[in-house]
C-alpha cells in the first residue's frame, strides 16, 4: 500500500496532527541547523581570536626584551609561559623549535607546519588523536632573520561543547515536536466534535425524519454555518418530497375521478338493453370523460417535459409581440362568445424565447381570463419592455382570487371554489406557465384584489 492511499485511511485529526507535526518538524529542523552552524561557526571564530589575542600579548612582551631564540635571557624563558590549554612555541627560520612553553610537557610531539609565504597563518590539524589550530606569526629575531613564533590551541574544549548542544538541540526537536503533536491532536479531535454530534444526528434523521442537525456548538463558526445551510436544504427537500407525495395524491384523484364516472356510465349503460338514443348518449358522456382525462394527462406531459429541460431552450430570438398578437386574434376567433381582447403591444421586442413556449404561456393565461371573465367583462393583453425583461400582463375583470388563493395559486392541480364553480379545468394551466417562465430564469406572478375583483398575470422573462 503507498503512503498516499495509507494517510487517506487515517482520521482527519490524525492526518491533521502528522501535517502539523511534520511542518513543526521541518521549522524546527531548519532553525535548529542554522543556529547550529551558527554557534559553530562562533565557537572557531572565538577559538581563532583567543589565539590572536595570545600571540599578540607574546609578540608585544617580546619585542620589548628583543625575541631571545637561544632561551638564555631567564626573563624570555619566562614568558614562554602561556595560559592554560594554550601552546607556544619560538621556531627559527628552518622550522627548527628554539623554545617551547612548558604546557607541551604532558602532550605528545607535535610538527612544525610552517605556512609558504610569510605572513600570519591559521592551521588546523590532528594532535595526539585530537584536532588543534595553529596560528604563526613571522617575526624578526635578533640576527634580523625571519623566525615564527607558533600559538595552538586544541579544538577538543569546543568540540565537546558542540556535542553538548547537538544532545540539547536534538532532545528539543524531539520533545517539542511530540508535546506539539500530542496538544494538537487533542486540539484536533475537540474541533472536530461537533462533526461527530452532526453525523449522529444525520444518521438519527433516518429514524426520525423530522430531525434536524444540531447548529448549537458553544461558538458560532464555520460548522454552524454548514449546520443552518443543511437544515434549510433538509426543509427545503422535505417541503418538495411533500409536494411530490401531494402531487402524485392529486394525480391520482383527477384522473381517477374520469374514469369511475365512464365506469360507472357503462356499468348502468350496459346493465339493460337501451334504445340506439340511449346508447349515444352514454357514448357522449364517455366521450367528454375520456376527453377531460386525456386532457389531464396531455397537460402532466407538457409540464414534465418542461421541468425535465436542464438547458435553456436554443438562442433563436422572436419578435414577441407580433407572436403574442397572432395568439390573441386566434383566441378571439376561437371564442366570439366571449368577453372582448384589448391587446397593446410594443413593436419590434426580439426575445430569445421559443414560440411554442410563448404560444402556451399566452394561450393558458387567455383561456382562463376568457374562462374567469364574464362576456361583457373586458380582458387587456400587453407586451413591453421593462428595464432588461421583456414582460407579458394578462389583467381581466373576471372573479378574481383572495389571498389565501393567490399563494397556491401556481400548485399543480389547485383550483379555487369560484373557478371551480365557474368553468372547467384541470388546475395544471398555471404550473405549465411558471415551469416555462422558470425555465427561462424568469418569474410569474399574480395579483388581485379580492374575489369578484379581477386579476392580472405577470410573466417576466430577461431579455438576454
Ligand atoms: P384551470 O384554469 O384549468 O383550473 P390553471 O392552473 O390554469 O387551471 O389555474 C389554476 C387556478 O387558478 C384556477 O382554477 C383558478 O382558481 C385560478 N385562476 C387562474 N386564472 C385565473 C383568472 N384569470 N382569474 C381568476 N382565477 C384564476
Known sequence: ???????????????????????????????????????????????????????????????????????????????????????????????????????????????????????????????????????????????????????????????????????????????????????????????????????????DMQDRPTGTLPTDFGVKDELTDLADTFNDLIGRLRDSLQRERRFRADAAHNMFTPLTAIQSELDVTLRNPRSETEYREALQVVQQHTETLSSILEELMTLSRIEARTDRPGPARIDVSRQVESRVRRAQQAHPEAASIEWQGEAGLDAPVSPEDLDLVVDHLLDNALKYTPREGRVKVQVAQEKTDVVLRVSDSGIGFDTEAADRIFERFYRTGPAEQQAEGGGLGLPIVKAIAESYGGTVTAWSSGQGEGSTFEVRVPLR
Do not use: C
Open 1 to 203: 500500500m503507498n503512503l498516499r492511499a495509507l494517510i487517506s485511511r487515517l482520521s482527519i485529526s490524525t492526518r491533521l496532527t502528522l501535517w502539523f507535526g511534520t511542518s513543526l518538524l521541518v521549522l524546527l529542523a531548519l532553525f535548529v541547523a542554522g543556529l547550529y552552524v551558527s554557534v559553530h561557526l562562533g565557537l572557531h571564530d572565538d577559538l581563532e581570536a583567543r589565539l590572536r589575542e595570545e600571540a599578540a600579548a607574546v609578540q608585544a612582551h617580546h619585542e620589548a626584551h628583543g625575541f631571545d631564540l637561544t632561551g638564555s635571557s631567564s626573563t624570555a624563558s619566562h614568558e614562554l609561559q602561556s595560559t592554560p590549554g594554550t601552546f607556544v612555541r619560538l621556531l627559527g627560520p628552518g622550522g627548527d623549535v628554539a623554545r617551547a612553553s612548558p604546557s607541551f610537557q604532558a602532550r605528545p610531539p607535535l610538527s612544525v607546519e610552517l605556512p609558504s609565504s610569510r605572513t600570519s597563518t591559521v592551521k588546523t590539524r590532528t594532535w595526539g588523536g585530537t584536532s588543534a589550530q595553529s596560528l604563526y606569526v613571522p617575526f624578526q629575531n635578533e640576527s634580523s632573520a625571519v623566525a615564527w613564533m607558533e600559538v595552538t590551541k586544541l579544538q577538543s574544549p569546543i568540540h565537546r561543547q558542540l556535542h553538548a548542544l547537538r544532545g540539547w538541540l536534538l532532545l528539543g526537536i524531539v520533545g517539542g515536536v511530540g508535546i506539539a503533536m500530542l496538544g494538537g491532536y487533542g486540539l484536533a479531535r475537540r474541533a472536530l466534535r461537533p462533526v461527530a454530534a452532526l453525523t449522529a444526528a444525520a444518521n
